[in-house]
């Protein structure tokens, strides 16, 4: 399957493509049922998609999951492809079969669909991103899967998952945090929006550590990693040197912001320059369509 060809699948719409997936294969003519499984299967003949960009279930919500199941069953089937023979692998429903196991249950309703590597990640990572499964991290992991494995650009991803191309960038920046950040992004303790408020700083954990202590809001974050950039990136005061005021500095995290990239303004007299810097081809492209449109 061509790149253009799987862009345009998924461009269709998630709904669409899942909702096709999620009924089972009826005879030709015929009307699909709604979420009968195509069969029921031992559940250990199932495993997890490996690729899965979801790696955080909370325990306690799971549990209530098992509950609800032990007195109504597995309304929805878990979508499956086949592995190898009397094997499958989740396409969708990783939670409702984790919660069955957690229930006891020794056979699950599945419905089999018979995609490759590339559909089963695709389905996985789109999915749990419009359905916001994922925690921050997962849904940047994600972006950075289907860019680095697909060839897909920031702009293909906006257009197929709903959100705008800086929505992309700016979750993409996320990775460039250091381990013990990410983790409290991944935990909850850190929201999206402090977390990209470090991103430039000159010392992200420890800055982190003082919002969660402190139970800084989003907004005191940036003011905290404002004072530190400001601090961290002048040169040293010069007789004919003026430092960057407030105004500035926070017009220029305002722009990083919204454009998924480093933006740098340099007052000079009555002018200036603004500085944009760009790490791809793909970025210097986007740069120039945004500058284009206007």
């Given at each position: 399957m061509s790149d253009d060809?799987?862009?345009?699948?998924?461009?269709?719409?998630?709904?669409?493509?899942?909702?096709?997936?999620d009924q089972p294969a009826a005879a030709a003519g015929s009307a699909p049922k709604s979420v009968n499984p195509d069969r029921m299967i031992p559940i250990e003949f199932v495993a997890r998609n490996p690729k899965n960009p979801r790696r955080y279930f909370d325990e306690s919500d799971l549990q209530d999951l098992a509950?609800?199941?032990?007195?109504?069953?597995?309304?929805?089937?878990?979508?499956?492809r086949t592995t190898s023979q009397d094997r499958y692998e989740i396409i969708a429903g990783e939670r409702r079969w984790r919660a069955?196991?957690?229930?006891?249950f020794v056979e699950i309703?599945?419905?089999?669909?018979?995609?490759?590597?590339?559909?089963?990640?695709?389905?996985?990572?789109?999915?749990?991103?419009?359905?916001?499964?994922?925690?921050?991290?997962?849904?940047?992991?994600?972006?950075?899967?289907?860019?680095?494995?697909?060839?897909?650009?920031?702009?293909d991803l906006g257009e197929i998952i709903g959100k705008s191309r800086s929505h992309v960038a700016n979750s993409l920046r996320l990775l460039k945090l250091p381990e013990p950040v990410?983790?409290?992004?991944?935990?909850?303790?850190?929201?999206?929006?402090?977390a990209r408020a470090l991103v430039?700083?000159?010392?992200?954990?420890?800055?982190?550590?003082?919002?969660?202590?402190?139970g800084l809001s989003v907004r005191d974050a940036e003011r905290l990693a404002q004072n530190d950039i400001k601090a961290q990136s002048e040169p040293p005061r010069t007789?004919?040197?003026?430092?960057?005021?407030?105004?500035?500095?926070?017009?220029?995290?305002?722009?990083?912001?919204?454009?998924?990239?480093?933006?740098?303004?340099?007052?000079k007299g009555s002018g200036g320059q603004?500085?944009?810097?760009?790490?791809?081809?793909?970025?210097?492209?986007?740069?120039?369509?945004?500058?284009?449109r206007r």
């Open positions: 060809v799987s862009k345009r699948r998924l461009g269709r719409g998630l709904a669409a493509l899942i909702g096709e997936m509950n609800s199941i032990r007195q109504h069953g597995i309304v929805q089937p878990v979508v499956v069955a196991q957690l229930a006891g309703p599945v419905i089999v669909r018979d995609v490759d590597d590339r559909t089963a990640l695709e389905i996985a990572i789109v999915e749990n991103v419009q359905r916001s499964d994922l925690n921050p991290l997962e849904e940047a992991l994600g972006y950075e899967q289907l860019i680095s494995d697909h060839g897909y650009t920031q702009n990410r983790d409290m992004l991944a935990i909850g303790s850190l929201s999206a929006g402090h430039s700083t000159s010392d992200p954990a420890t800055l982190a550590k003082t919002i969660v202590h402190k007789a004919n040197d003026d430092r960057k005021d407030s105004d500035t500095v926070a017009l220029e995290r305002t722009l990083t912001d919204s454009l998924g990239l480093d933006v740098k303004i340099n007052h603004i500085r944009i810097s760009y790490r791809t081809l793909e970025q210097l492209e986007d740069i120039c369509r945004l500058l284009e």
